[in-house]
């Protein structure tokens, strides 16, 4: 069943079951989310920070939806959305749900991914820094430290 959230900003399919999508395997956002990480970690060493520093978002993307699937009890849930509408609607469902502690954290730290857009993967070289991918690796290490993700 999809939740209809349009009225607050967030896309009309936010979260939809499996069944309906017609999908027989629910998505693995905890090794997608190690995956990603151990792969922008390779391409920076590389300093390839453009594609490190998309994949990092991913990653961290992946950890907060990990997190809504175990909050909402739904294990096929699927996650629709980017960064930062992912945060956001971890931020609402904490909120409403009168929940804290690391997560509630994330959920509203502002600097979380600052500047990361999922539509810069078409930017031109050199837009994400050696700073900026630094950033976004400490997030990222913090988040899926909080998600229990062992990264590769």
């Not at 590389?46 to 294990?75: M, Q, S, T, V």
């Not at 971890?90 to 999922?118: E, F, H, Y």
Request: charged share 20%; with cysteine.
């Amino acid at each position: 069943m999809a939740i209809e959230w349009q009225s607050q900003g967030y896309p009309s399919m936010f979260f939809a079951n499996i069944a309906q999508e017609g999908r027989f395997m629910p998505d693995d956002y905890a090794a997608a989310a190690a995956r990603h990480y151990h792969d922008a970690e390779s391409l920076a060493a590389n300093a390839r920070y453009d594609n490190a520093g998309h994949l990092i978002g991913f990653a961290i993307e992946c950890a907060i939806k990990k997190k809504l699937r175990e909050i909402h009890k739904n294990p096929t849930m699927i996650c629709e959305g980017h960064h930062p509408t992912v945060q956001a609607e971890l931020r609402r469902t904490l909120s409403s749900r009168g929940m804290s502690g690391p997560w509630l954290s994330i959920s509203q730290d502002k600097k979380l991914l600052q500047g990361w857009l999922v539509g810069d993967r078409y930017s031109a070289d050199g837009a994400v820094s050696q700073a900026k991918y630094g950033e976004w690796l400490a997030s990222a290490q913090k988040v899926l430290s909080v998600a229990g993700i062992k990264k590769k």
